[in-house]
């Protein structure tokens, strides 16, 4: 068999390696495990998931507190969305805003569904 190998392979030493007959998997340390939980955690505060301050009138609408993640903030206004019926049934990527949107998205009758986090973008606080 290992002459098989050879010849397929043509000497390539990885290929050819116990650790690649193996899969490639390295043996996992006990040190360097970490728990489900830990790693949930870690992975819930970066990027669009990480919670950031937002204007007086993101927060008026989410009726949370002073600081929502953009996809928490998306989810919301999505819900508020589908709960109310804005999706507009002959075109489906236009939103009617309601009052409520109106507040958010700068006084406009109709979004469309592509815009609604470049509307969003002025409401995250930047912090320096």
Known sequence: MA???ARVFRGCRFLMSPAAAAGGKRPAS???KVTKTEAKEAKEKRGIMQPVPVSDALRRFAGGGPEISRAGAVKLIWAHI???GLQ?????????CDEK???IFAGRDKVGMMEIAK?????????N
Request: aromatic share 4%; glycine share 4%.
């Open 3 to 5: 002459a098989a190998a």
């Open 30 to 32: 006990a040190a360097g």
């Open 82 to 84: 589908k709960a109310n």
């Open 88 to 96: 507009n049934p002959a075109n489906k990527r236009e939103i009617n």
């Open 101 to 103: 949107l109106k507040s």
């Open 119 to 127: 509307l969003l973008s002025p409401h995250f606080i930047k912090a």
